[in-house]
């Protein structure tokens, strides 16, 4: 163990055979909130459809191609790969349909926030351990996790991190897991979006992205292509812009580094603005669909009744959570405990109040 850590009475057995940044990942991968994702909505609830993106797998999808770009740029692929698993782990339940509206119901105690839950999750949350709370992850990852240097007031002997964070630039390892983040989320999206039946093959013409990626397919195995159904068609062009994608992102940061010497992880302006088209039509057709509106509708009304509820009966939470209300307050103990949910056990937890 060299890297430091948030505690340095880690008596847990590191091994000689992982580095720090392996056991970081290896932590985050055994942690609760990390299963927890397979239950948890991407765009889909998971009670649609099986082969729909959950955060768990949007996480290591995000792991592969960080740890695949992080290669190419001779990056930290441990380090990427642990920001990229922990990266969604302060997701609540229901998307960002939950996150807005566990937000609402914490104006004026400190707010709600995705990252600032992550990072409590794995310093406090979490509690596999004897001697501390939370992963005892190194500075480097918890830094790394950070996207913006904040965390909650309640959370403020995490201060001498935010202060480290905010006076460096990003690790560049972090950086790539945001850009690796977005293209997998509006790749992936598209997919299930068509999959799904929400967004039609034929409309998609419209999106100058897609449709070069069709003429590109079609010029190059114009028969296979034509005569393929349209699940192998999809795959074929969600493959196609995607690999497209994220070789433009390789190239692109190592054309800037080799100019200025200086690491700059980046999207070229051409490729952003195909994910900018892309995500704007996501934005319209896909997130704003009546069925997926009243997806999220459903969840926030969920959140909401077991928000009050909980208030009123903080006994009916778990003993961990109750144990947090005296420092951090009873509204974020029972927000912790609700963004902790998968969107199964929401609705089964409402469903028996
Ligand atoms: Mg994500």
Redesign the pocket.
């Known amino acids: 163990m060299n890297e430091e850590r948030l505690y340095d009475k880690d008596t847990s057995n590191f091994d000689t055979y992982r580095n720090d940044f392996q056991h970081d990942r290896d932590r985050i991968l055994y942690s609760k909130a990390f299963r927890r994702l397979g239950y948890k909505t ?1 765009v889909f609830t998971n009670s649609e459809g099986d082969t729909y993106r959950t ?1 768990l797998t ?2 290591l999808e ?1 792991a592969q191609i960080a740890r695949f770009a992080s290669f190419a740029l001779k990056l930290n692929q441990d380090l990427a790969e642990a920001i990229a698993l922990a ?2 782990l302060g ?1 609540p339940p229901f998307a960002h349909a939950g996150q807005d509206i566990l937000n609402d119901l914490m104006q004026g105690h400190g707010g709600f926030e995705h990252n600032c839950q992550g990072l409590r999750q794995i310093t406090k949350l979490e509690m596999p351990y004897l001697n501390f709370p939370g992963l005892n992850l190194t500075r480097i990852t918890l830094k790394g996790i950070m996207k913006r240097p904040r965390v909650y007031e309640c959370d403020n002997e995490l201060a001498p991190l935010v202060d480290e964070r905010s006076k460096k630039p990003q690790y560049s390892e972090a950086i790539l897991v945001d850009i690796c ?2 293209l ?2 509006v790749h992936h999206d598209l997919e299930d979006g068509v999959d799904s039946g929400i967004l039609k093959f034929s409309d998609l013409d419209q999106v100058q992205y897609w449709k070069e990626a069709c003429y590109f397919l079609k010029e190059n195995n114009k028969k296979e292509f034509e005569n393929a159904r349209y699940p192998i068609r999809l795959r074929a062009i969600i493959r196609h812009i995607m690999n497209k994608s994220i070789k433009e992102l390789i190239i692109h940061s190592l054309s800037k580094n080799n100019k200025t010497s200086k690491q700059i992880i980046s999207l070229a302006p051409e490729t952003k603005a195909n994910i900018e088209e892309l995500y704007s039509y996501l934005k319209e057709k896909l997130y704003q669909a009546p069925s997926v509106i009243k997806m999220s509708e459903r969840g926030q009304e969920i959140i909401t009744k077991l928000f009050s509820y909980f208030l009123k009966s903080p006994d009916k939470m778990p003993r961990q959570y109750q144990d947090i209300i005296t420092k951090d307050g009873l509204e974020r103990s029972v927000t912790d405990y609700i963004a902790g949910m998968t969107d199964r056990f929401a609705e089964k937890t409402y469903e028996e109040l």
């Open positions: 991407q955060r949007h996480s995000v990266h969604d997701h983040d977005r997998a989320y």
